[in-house]
Structure formats: C-alpha cells, structure tokens
C-alpha cells in the first residue's frame, strides 16, 4: 500500500501541507480564494502537530486494522481490501466522533457545517499527494510498501 | 414435525456484535457454515441511526450497517425475524419461535439489551413508547403523523437515549420535558460540567429539563391514550406521548433456566466464551473485559459490541485471540454540541488526579490514577481526543506530560518523543519511493 511518511528531523513546521491540502479540498483552485472568499473554510485533511523544536506534519495511515472502522457507527469507513485505503462514506457519516474517539493519531476532522467528518484520501486523481509534492524540505515521502501481508495474520498478530 | 437444519456457527442477533463476530470469522475459515438469526425483520442496520431515522425518515438502505451484499458476498445464511426461544447447551440446539430447531457447534449470543421498563400505572397507555429499535422509531413517527400539532412529550431518562430521541422529537416540533432522576442528565457517561453544557444546548431548543425527579404515574384523559404525567413530588405536567428511555439491561432470557452463569450480564473470559463449552457472548449481553477497571462489566456500546464480536468470532473459528477490552465510551453529537468522553467520569475516591481546561465553550478534562489515564472527557473541540483515548489504552504512564493533555495546543508532539514514534509508522527497508516524472516545482504561496 502507498502512504506518506514523515521525516521529522527536517519538517519545520511551516504548514505548506496543511495550505496545499486545504486548498485540494478546496472548491476552487484558487488559494485566495480558497482562504478568503469560501465560507466555510474548507478544511486540511493534514495536520502540523508542534512543541519546541518538534514538528509532525499528520495525516491518516491508514491502518490495517483501523480503529475507526471497527468503531464507526453506521459502517461509514471502510478499507479498501484491495487498495487498502480507509474512506468515509459521506452519505453514511453522521459526524458522531466516534472514529476522532479511537484515533491513536487524532486525524478525524469534523465538518461541523456538513455534520460529516472528514479525512485523508491520499489525493486520489493525483499522482502523488499535494502536501507531499509541495513539501519544501522533503520532510514528507510518499512510498509503496510490499502489498500487504495476509489481513488475518496481521489482525491476530495485533490482538 | 419440527426440523432441524444444521450450521457451523450460529450467531443470534443480527448488530455490531454479531456482525463483527461474522467478519471475523469469515477472516479464518472461508468455507464453514455461518447462520445469523434476529428477532427484527431486517438486514443489520446501524442502530445508533434510529434517531436520524426519526427526525427523518429514509429508506432502509440508507441505514444498513454493510453493503446490502454483505451476507451473500460472505456466504452467510442470514433468517431476519426469526427468534429463538430457547437454548440446549448439551445437544448444541436452538429452538426457534417458528417451531424448528437449529443445531450448531459454535454459538454466539449477541442478543443485546432490553429497555428498562417500570412497572406503573399507565404503561400500557396509547402514546408510551421505548426507543431501542428501528420498530420503536416507526411506531414513534407514526403516532407523531396521526397526531394532533402541539405535541407534548415526556421523556423520562435523560441518558443518551433519552437525549437522542428528544433531538428527533425537537425537529418534530414536539414540546419535550426531559425527567432525570438523578442530579443532572447524562450523568453516567459525562461529569456534571460537560454535561451542564449539553444541558445550556438543550435548553436553548427549549427541552425542559426537570432533575432529582421521576414519573410516579401516566395518566389517562381520553380512554386508553396518555394526557399528562404525574412526578414522586406531586407535580402534573401535560402530555401525549412518553418515552421510557432508563437504560437498557442485558438481555439474559434465553440463558435462563441454562447453566450458563450470569450475573448483570452474560459471563465471558478474555475470549468472550461463556461458562459452557462452544458458547461465546458479546455486545450489551454480554459483561466482558473493561480495560480501565480491570475487571469485567457490561459496557453496552456499539464499538465494544462490535470488537466484543470480532474476538469471539476468531475463537470460534479457531484462532485464539484475547478481547483487548473496551471502556465505557460514547461521542454526543446532540443540538451541534460535539462531547466524547471514556473511561470513568468522576473519580470514585481521592486516589485520583483531576485537571481541567475550560474556556470559549470547549471543556478538557482528564482524570488520572497513579500516573496513567482513568478517563476524560471533551467538549466543544473533540479532535485529537483519540490520541488520549489510546494513551489510556495502552496504560501509558502520563504523568512527565499530564498537563499538557487538556492544552488548546496539545498534538502527537506534546507526547515523549518515545511516545509519538511508536505511533508514527515508519517505512520498512523494502518501501519504494514514488516521485513524479518532472522535477518538483518551487512552492510559491499564491500561485
């Protein structure tokens, strides 16, 4: 499966993934626009976690034994088992919190607008994700992982 | 003459339980025969919806918890309204209401609760309603369609269900009088501030909320419906519909007369199997482990059902696996007020630790023993609630950064760096990196 790593030790927490990752989700393409003419302000999918000199740029990791799968209510998230990607069903999310509840990361945003929650898609129609590809400092590394192992073995593995 | 058709596994309850515990199975053994059997005529649907489903009613396949697939694409025998009404340990059968029997070599009961129902007078009345099911949804919206306007209702129970159905009646237009015996609604899952919140968010749609109080009696005015309700203070108020909305207990009937032990709920160990040999017990039935007690208890959540399900189902197909547990856990969303909490909502003693944040609205409270995490609870701004939630879980020891949970800033990095990492995943030695064709672009802000 493909996912964004962090390299922390040159991430300076400037938030370019956060802008980049804003603006994909953004309805225009236009940053100006997209930060000051839409109401509400759509949201980043990625987060700049900081304290002192540590920064963490994160996003969804899509788990293999996600969390906020087992624990969605109305069965909104799924995994792909094919692709491995974890999506929100919008039409199905009620924007409970329920999956920002078991998060170890915390990614979960809610759309309080919407009543949805919202989260990383890996930017599908893109080659590689926006807040990678406008990362500054290579401190983001979008990376293909071996196919996953067997998910059985890895759910008793991690049980 | 009865029949008696055969299965592998048998699961009774047709929830997140016995759900996971299917998708569980199915993860081990491919091939052996699931069959699920429900009292409700319909396919798993998310419970937790019967509200949305009030307020406004959708077709049924906006509520399925699993693709309406689901049961064929994993070869599952599903019988919907189907109930079983009693249970042979020793022969492994199941009797059903339809006269046949059942005989399997696993079984899982994933029955669920029961609503709490008082006896008093006037609970048989035209207009008293629980709110659990789907059914009790449909009932609720068609007495509210044949009604007269200006509706009065009496809910008494202000816990979640009790909280739930007032929002649904509220977007009906209803008038709702919310009677809570003790001192302040959802007092067993919120401590009394962030519950006063949700209180200020009820009030504000105009629920009346009386507390320390319950319904002594419904009364009639016109034959057989309810008008009015009388409180143990004297008090009478109004009213055309009531919804008993107490709790949910277990549901033990079908255990009983077994030797299946019971106490609040159905006995489980670790791997969610009951006293008896091939029956295990998950979700509202069942009182299984507790992570932040450390003991087993019912903790009658949707999530814990679910999880609850999937380790029985590995244990039933084979594959032995301990329930990690779950906690008392719920997120509110009611009257646009997000609130999450876990674990213990007021420190039983003084051998506990609490620190609190509050300001603008939002409410950060955690509460510690000997240095880890006993429970917490977040209004207002829930994100990053998870972080704690697994902090918690995992028994992490808190106390170098305890203050820094509950700051409007707290993030992965405000965890050791120990703490953060382990979290983070890592590429393995084998991982490709994928660059794009062309060369990166400088970033301009403003292009």
Redesign the interface.
């Known amino acids: 499966m ?2 964004v ?2 390299n ?1 030790n040159v991430c300076m927490g400037c938030r ?1 993934c956060e ?2 990752c804003l603006l994909k989700h953004a309805h225009t393409k236009d ?2 626009k997209a930060y000051k003419k839409e109401s509400p302000r759509a949201l980043p999918r990625v ?1 700049v ?4 000199i ?3 740029s ?1 996003r969804c ?1 899509h788990c293999v034994d996600a ?1 906020c799968v ?2 969605c ?3 909104a998230l799924s995994r792909d088992p094919v692709t491995g990607l974890v999506t929100v069903d919008e ?2 999310c ?17 759309d ?1 607008a919407q ?1 949805k929650m919202v989260k990383c898609d890996l930017c599908q129609d893109e ?2 994700p926006v807040c990678v ?2 990362c ?1 400092n290579e401190a983001l ?6 196919p996953d192992t067997n ?2 073995v890895n ?2 593995n991690n ?1 | 003459m009865s029949t008696t058709t055969n299965t592998k596994y048998l699961i009774i309850g047709n929830s997140a339980g016995g759900i996971g515990a299917a998708e569980a199975i199915r993860e081990v053994d491919g091939v052996g025969k699931i069959t699920i059997i429900s009292d409700e005529p319909y396919p798993a649907y998310s419970r937790p919806l019967i509200s949305e489903y009030l307020a406004q009613p959708c077709p049924l396949e906006k509520m399925l918890y699993r693709k309406p697939d689901f049961y064929k694409a994993n070869g599952i025998q599903s019988v919907p309204g189907e109930k079983a009404v009693a249970i042979n340990p020793a022969e492994h059968t199941v009797k059903l209401e339809s006269g046949g029997f059942i005989k399997w070599r696993k079984l899982l009961l994933a029955t669920g609760g029961t609503p709490i129902v008082p006896t008093m007078e006037g609970i048989d009345l035209k207009g008293v309603f629980t709110f659990n099911r789907l059914d009790d949804a449909k009932a609720i919206d068609t007495f509210l369609n044949e009604y007269r306007s200006n509706v009065k209702a009496v809910v008494i129970g202000g816990g979640l269900i009790g909280v739930s159905v007032t929002e649904a009646l509220v977007k009906w237009g209803v008038e709702v009088t919310i009677v809570e015996m003790k001192d302040y609604v959802l007092n067993t899952i919120l401590d009394e501030e962030a519950a006063a919140l949700e209180a200020d968010a009820l009030e504000q749609a105009s629920v009346g909320i009386i507390t320390g109080r319950t319904v002594a009696k419904i009364n009639s005015q016109t034959a057989g419906e309810v008008g009015s309700v009388t409180l143990d203070d004297g008090r009478t108020l109004p009213a055309d519909m009531v919804i008993i909305a107490i709790g949910v207990k277990p549901r033990l009937d079908l255990v009983a007369g077994t030797k299946i032990k019971t106490n609040r709920g159905i006995v489980v160990d670790r791997t969610m199997a009951a006293s008896l040999p091939d029956i295990y017990v998950c979700g509202d039935a069942a009182e299984a482990y507790d992570f932040v007690m450390g003991e087993n208890r019912p903790t009658p959540v949707w999530p814990n059902a679910y999880e609850g399900g999937c380790a029985a189902g590995l244990n039933m197909a084979g594959k032995k696996t301990e329930y990690t547990g779950g906690t008392s856990m719920n997120a509110l969303k009611y009257f646009g007020l997000n609130i999450v909490s876990a674990g213990l909502v007021n420190p039983p003693d003084d051998g506990y630790k609490t620190i609190v944040n509050r300001h603008n609205g939002t409410y950060r409270k955690v509460i510690l023993k000997k240095g880890k995490l006993a429970g917490f609870a977040f209004a207002g701004d829930i994100e990053k609630s998870g972080i704690i939630y697994n902090l918690m879980k995992d028994g992490v020891n808190v106390d170098s950064f305890k203050q820094q949970l509950v700051a409007d800033d707290f993030g992965l990095a405000s965890l050791p760096e120990s703490a953060w990492r382990s979290k983070l995943a890592k590429p393995s030695a084998s991982a490709v990196p994928i660059t794009t064709a062309e060369p990166k672009e400088e970033a301009v802000i403003g292009d």
């Not at chain 1, 590394?141 to 071996?146: G, H, I, L, N, S």
């Open positions: 493909k996912k790593y962090v922390e370019l802008v980049y940053l100006i987060r976690d900081e304290s002192g540590v920064s963490l994160v990791e969390p087992k624990a209510l109305t069965g039409e199905r009620i924007g409970c919190g329920t999956c920002a509840l078991v998060c170890p990361l915390g990614v979960p945003k809610l309080k009543k080659e590689i590809a406008n500054p590394v979008y990376m293909e992982e071996k998910p059985v759910y008793v049980n």
